[in-house]
């Protein structure tokens, strides 16, 4: 067999068809199997470059046997696909060192581009296994299965195995402790304290007292030495929530240790070595707070080491089923009535906006869970919780074809020279477009960028050529309700 040789193991058909075709078209040489017995005599006749794998095969489990293929051909980089797409499942395949994890339904230009990464990675060392030390806990905090999800998911099994700093940026209610917890109870100082401090919530002259810690004396009131959060979580993982409310003077100090690795505590003479893996958190735009100077850029990069983006519910709709099933069997674990959702109560609550995120939906099925007259909950029940609520459905887009046919009339209408019609044209839809969305996040380029579909620095770039501004009248103007229009120009202040 040659370094083209690719061994996949698949008992779905038809993903195995995909698969085979997509990889004989860039050159590569696919045998398939649809077993655990199989695929151990195919590698035992031959050298295969690269293993792709499904999970759920049908004489076991996928992954379960895999340390057993890894300590006989150290070599072989494995690429894990799975439809069982649960935080478990991609802490799994982490834990038996496979190369890569795909959740199914994957995109099979993103699979070819890790099959030929993979196996220049297995020709220039071996990639040995990496064993749990204990079981993975049961009751991981984290539910949903959708695709955003799976990205977090991914982002998550990278961290686990070092101490490198993570940033976890999202909305307020996405979920962030959740991430952070996760990645301390599954990670190398699982065993050690999780240390959680809200920096908002703290007064702003106390920030360096409750981080650092002081020493009796050092300030009046200060009585006996106190320990900071930084020694407080020796062993283990410190939680800096709300970072972005950090005051700037404390973000030096911060600075300061992170780049150290040692702290002081106020009013002390000795420094004290950092024994914690830092995690951070915020709902916050940090980029427009470095520009305005309110939060240090060098801050930034020093914890943004790895940012781990959360997504908001209403780009999850497909979790909240799984979400609200799951928060109706946490209330009846913690002694409430055990209720069920009707299919049309969970789609009600698939179209709201939820702009409390997680942490909204929820409070409502608490509520419900502990309101409601009957065992099993109907669009009845919720629609009174909901009342006064944002609108439950989002206006319908304008379809494909009537832009179209708008975009037609107006290059028929405006015959400009040949070559800048499609600019024009663009631009004519572009700026009421970039207008309308920023107008309806209130300003958040994150956000926007999402709805929009393009890179946040690309959206940035292209605000700046527009000279759009997030936060200047023209979006008040149209946040208070004025309809999008293409070609309409902008829109007049109230």
Request: glycine share 8%.
């Amino acid at each position: 067999m040659t370094a083209r040789a690719v061994l996949l193991v698949e008992d779905d058909v038809s993903v195995a068809t995909v698969i085979t075709a997509a990889l004989n078209a860039e050159g590569y040489v696919v045998t398939c199997s649809d077993s655990i017995a199989g695929r151990d005599r195919l590698l035992a006749r031959g050298e295969f470059a690269i293993m792709l794998t499904d999970v759920m095969l049908t004489d076991g489990d996928g992954i379960e046997t895999l340390p057993a293929v890894r300590e006989r051909y150290p070599h072989l980089p494995v690429i894990i696909l799975s439809a069982q797409n649960t935080l478990d499942t991609a802490v799994r395949a982490s834990d038996t060192g496979a190369f890569e994890y795909f959740p199914k339904p994957f995109d099979l230009d993103e699979l070819v581009g890790a099959v030929h990464h993979g196996i220049g990675q297995g020709l220039d060392r071996a990639r040995a296994p990496e064993p749990t030390a204990e079981p993975i806990p049961p009751g991981l905090p984290l539910v949903g299965r959708s695709a955003p999800m799976q990205a977090v998911y991914r982002m998550i099994t990278r961290v686990l195995r070092n101490d490198l700093t993570v940033l976890i940026l999202g909305e307020s209610g996405t979920g962030k402790e959740l991430v952070a917890e996760a990645i301390h109870q599954l990670g190398n100082r699982g065993s050690g304290p999780f240390v959680a401090v809200n920096a908002a919530a703290i007064p702003h002259d106390l920030i360096e007292s409750e981080l650092f810690g002081h020493e009796k004396g050092a300030f009046t009131g200060a009585t006996a030495r106190h320990l900071g959060k930084f020694e407080l979580a020796a062993g283990g993982t410190l939680f800096l929530d709300e970072i972005g409310d950090m005051p700037i003077e404390a973000q030096t100090r911060l600075l300061r240790a992170l780049q150290s690795g040692r702290i002081r505590r106020v009013g002390g003479a000795e420094d004290i070595v950092l024994d914690c893996r830092i995690i951070a958190a915020t709902n916050r735009d940090l980029m427009p707070m470095i520009a305005a100077g309110t939060f240090r850029q060098d801050l930034y990069y020093r914890l943004a080491v790895v940012p781990i983006e959360l997504p908001p519910l209403r780009d999850r709709a497909d979790d909240i089923a799984a979400l609200s099933h799951h928060f109706l069997t946490c209330a009846a674990n913690e002694g409430l009535p055990r209720r069920q959702l009707t299919a049309a109560a969970s789609a009600l609550l698939a179209r709201q906006p939820w702009r409390g995120n997680v942490r909204e939906l929820r409070n409502l099925i608490y509520r419900l869970a502990l309101m409601a007259r009957d065992d099993v909950i109907d669009v009845a029940a919720i629609e009174p919780m909901l009342a006064g609520e944002a609108p439950t459905r989002a206006p319908e887009p304008r379809a494909p074809g009537d832009l179209a046919a708008v975009l037609g009339q107006w290059l028929i209408e405006n015959p400009g020279v040949p070559g800048q019609l499609y600019d024009d044209a663009l631009a004519m839809f572009e700026r009421p477009l970039f207008l309308h969305v920023l107008a309806q996040t209130a300003g958040n380029q994150l956000r926007a960028a999402q709805i929009l579909g393009i890179n946040r620095n690309t959206l940035r770039k292209r605000l700046q050529e527009l000279g759009i501004h997030p936060e200047d009248a023209a979006i008040r103007a149209l946040s208070g309700g004025l309809p999008f229009r293409p070609g309409a120009g902008e829109p007049q202040s109230a």
